[in-house]
């Protein structure tokens, strides 16, 4: 009996319809290689970004001396940067799941906290390290709030070495123009006057 139903079924006639699961196949692949691309874009945006917030920033240190609210908006500048240039960073390391990749440069739910987090389990960030961060953002979450600075200038050069260490590699102390192994840029010109006023974070 189920070999008369075996026959039966291999004489029914052909839908003439392709085989879709090879097409299926090569759309999923195309798609994964999509979004593998759109990230890798990501972050090379936010790197690129980081870049030019640094500069800034380090332009604005220059020229600040030791007036408060000069060093804040410094400090906003260099603190901007170094989130740019983690999320950079961990958003192309091979060792971070694809749904924490997606929430890191899509900026969903990972704050700082979770950031310095990534930071010490795949890149083996040390605890004094994180805690200059984590000062540097509450000086910085102040300063946006109450558009008062209570760090010193002192504490912004520190931060300012550490972050060109981090992107560039290099000290803001050893130079302040270099911004690639290439020539050094020139410095931007002066922020706007208008900053003290309305404040806004780059």
């Excluded at 020229?63 to 500048?77: K, P, V, W």
């Amino acid at each position: 009996m189920r070999t008369a139903r075996l026959e039966a079924t291999s004489r029914l006639p052909s839908t003439g319809l392709p085989d879709t699961a090879p097409v299926l196949a090569s759309v999923s692949a195309r798609h994964d290689q999509g979004e593998r691309t759109g990230l890798s874009q990501s972050s090379a945006a936010y790197e690129s970004a980081a870049r030019t917030k640094l500069r800034l920033g380090l332009t604005r240190l220059a020229r600040a001396g030791n007036d408060g609210e000069n060093l804040g908006f410094a400090l906003t500048s260099l603190h901007a940067a170094l989130e740019d240039h983690v999320r950079a960073r961990l958003g192309s390391h091979p060792a971070v799941s694809d749904p924490v990749r997606q929430d890191v440069l899509a900026k969903m739910s990972s704050g700082w906290p979770k950031l310095v987090e990534l930071l010490k389990a795949h890149e083996g960030l040390k605890q004094h390290d994180v805690q200059l961060i984590l000062h540097a953002n509450n000086l910085n979450t102040q300063f946006a709030h109450i558009g008062e600075f209570h760090g010193t200038v002192h504490h912004v050069r520190t931060y300012a070495n550490f972050v060109q260490t981090m992107i560039l590699g290099t000290s803001a102390a050893t130079s302040t123009t270099s911004m690639s192994s290439g020539p050094a840029r020139p410095r931007l010109a002066a922020a706007p006057s208008s900053e003290r006023v309305n404040r806004h974070r780059s």
